[in-house]
C-alpha cells in the first residue's frame, strides 16, 4: 500500500484534483468529468521520474510543474467561465480579443485570489512532505496495475486516433492545438502577391475607388442604427445615403480569423490554409487596381503578424500604431481611429489616374473600451456601478466609431466629385462584443456556446453612384439584401461583386446583393448554427 502511495501522492493527487474542483465548482455544465480520468491515467507517469531517481529537486520540479497547469485553469475559469481552449489562448495572444490584464481589470475577485493562496500552501505543503523513498513492492503485479490502466488508456486513444482530444489534459490539448494553428499562419510569413486572371467590368470612362473599413469589436446590439435605446449614431443616423444590414453574423469570436476569411477566399465551411487562398489584394491588384491598406491596429505579436503578412502584399501599407513592443502594450496605449484620416486622405490622391481599393483596419471598441476614444466623446457618464461604468465606456467607443466612419464617407465623397470617381465604402465588423448583454460579463470570450451578442454584427454600405444604383436595377438587389441572413466570411465575395470584378474565385451565389444569392447555413465556430439556435430562443 505504501508503494501504491508513492504512484499515486495524496498531496500531488490533491494538487491535481483541487484546480477540477474549482472549475466543477464554477461552471458545473462545462465541466468534463472526463478529465478526472485523463490524469489518473497520467499521474503514474508524472510521478515515474521520482520512482526511477527519488531526490528532492525531481521532487519539486514536478510539483511545480502541476502547480502551475493548474493555476492556468483556476484562472482561466475565473476569467472565462470555462476551461482554457486553444480559441481562448488565441484571443489572450491575440492583440484583438479581451486580453489577460483586462479580464483582470474586469472579472478579478478576492475569492480568486483567496483560492490562489489556498493553492499555494498546498504546493507548499505537497513539496515539504515529500514521498520518502519506496520501498520495494511485495507484489510486481499489484504494482503493475496503475501503469498497465495508464497505457491502456492512452494506447485506446491512439489507436482511435483521438489521443491529443481525448488522451491529455485539457490545458495540455488547447497548447498543442494553439501552436499548429500557430505554425499554419507562421506560413503566411512567405506570402507573396498572386496574380490571376481578373477583370474589371465597369465602365472605363469611370475610374473605381472601393474602401473596406473593418471594425474592432463592434456589436449592432449597441449601435442606435440598428435600435438601440442610447443614441450612439448621430452622425450616420441623419445620413440618407447609406444601405444598413440587418442581419449579418461572424463565423468567429476572435479578429483574426476574422479579418482573414474576410480578405480571401477562406470561410469558416473551407479553410483554405491562408498561404494558398487569393486574397482581395492579388485580386484587385490582378484587375490593375492600386491596393492600401491602412491599420490602427498594432502590426507585432504571433497574431497581428498573420494580417501584416497577408497586408504587405498591398501596394502601400501604412501602420499608425506602434508605439508599443507587444499586443498588449498596444492596447493599453490610446491610439484613436481618427488617426487614419490624414493616410486615408494621402491614400485618395496618390496614384489619382488608379483604380483603388483600400482596406482599413480600426481600433473600434477594442478593450479597453475608455481607450478608444478622446475625452470630448466621453458623452454617457453618471456612473453608479462598475458595469454601468463600462457599459458607457463601450457607448461612448461606439459613438466615436460612428464619428470615424462618417468622416471617412465623407472623404470618399469629396474624392468622388473632386476626382471624379465611382466610390463604394463598405463597413463590417470583425466580431461584436458582449458587454453585460448576455450574463454578468463584458469581452468577446466565450464558454461553451457563443453568446449572440459576440456574432452579431452591423454591415454598411454607401456609394456615391446613387444614381447609377438606381437606373441599373441595383438598388432593388440592393433593398432585397438588406434582411437577408449573411455572414461576413463572404465579404470577400460581396465586395468583388460590388465592384464588379471578374474572377474564377468570385461566387455569386455568395455575394449579398446578387440576384443569385443563397443564404448559407450559418454555423459558428463553437459548431452551433446560429438561426436554429436563435429560432429556439
Known sequence: MRFIKSIYPPLLVALVMFPLAVACSIN????????????????????????????????????ILLFLDGLVTIAHHFLANGPLTASSIFTFANTNGAEAQEFMELKSSAIFILIVIAYIFLLIQSIARRNPEPEKPHSVYLVSIPFIFSIA????NGINGRFVRKGIPQNIEAGISYFEESAAYASLSARKLKIVDAKDRNDSSKRQLCILVIGESCTRNHLSLYGYRRETNP???????????????????????????????SNLENKTPMNNSLS?????????????????????????????????????????????????????????????????????????????????????????????????????????????????????????????LNEIIELAKDASSRLDIVATVI??????????????????????????????????LWTSDQQHVSESGKARNFANGLNKPFKNDDVFHLVLDLMNIETASFDSTRSLFNEAFIPRKRMLEDGRDYDLSRSAN
Request: proline share 4%; charged share 20%; hydrophobic share 40%.
Open 280 to 404: 482581395l489584394f492579388d485580386i484587385f491588384s490582378s484587375a490593375a487596381y492600386k491596393t492600401h491598406w491602412i491599420s490602427n491596429q498594432s502590426p507585432i505579436g504571433i497574431w497581428d503578424n498573420a494580417i501584416f503578412n497577408l497586408a504587405k502584399t498591398a501596394n502601400y501599407v501604412v501602420y499608425t500604431n506602434n508605439s508599443s513592443n507587444s499586443s498588449l502594450e498596444t492596447t493599453q496605449v490610446p491610439s484613436y481611429d481618427e488617426r487614419i484620416l490624414p493616410h486615408l486622405k494621402r491614400s485618395l490622391d496618390i496614384d489619382s489616374s488608379k483604380n483603388k481599393f483600400i482596406g482599413i483596419h480600426l481600433m473600434g471598441s477594442h478593450t479597453s473600451y475608455n481607450k478608444r476614444y478622446p475625452s470630448e466623446f466621453e458623452h454617457f457618464k453618471g456612473d453608479k456601478t462598475e458595469k454601468e461604468k463600462i457599459i458607457n465606456q463601450y457607448d461612448n467607443s461606439i459613438r466615436y466609431n460612428d464619428y470615424v
Open 28 to 63: 458545473t455544465p462545462l465541466f468534463d468529468s472526463r478529465e478526472i480520468a485523463i490524469w489518473i491515467a497520467w499521474i503514474p507517469l508524472i510521478v515515474l521520474p521520482y520512482l526511477l531517481f527519488p531526490n528532492k529537486g525531481v521532487w519539486i520540479t514536478i510539483n
Open 427 to 460: 463597413y463590417v465588423s470583425d466580431h461584436g462584443e458582449n458587454v453585460f448583454d448576455v450574463g454578468d460579463r463584458a469581452g468577446h470570450d466565450w464558454a461553451g456556446s457563443i453568446p449572440n451578442t459576440i456574432v452579431e454584427i452591423p454591415l454598411i
Open 153 to 156: 488508456f492512452m494506447a485506446e
Open 235 to 265: 452622425l450616420l443616423s441623419k445620413r440618407k445615403d447609406l444601405w444598413i444590414c440587418r442581419d449579418v453574423v461572424s463565423s468567429y469570436a476572435n479578429t483574426i480569423n476574422c479579418v482573414l476569411s474576410m480578405l480571401s477566399e
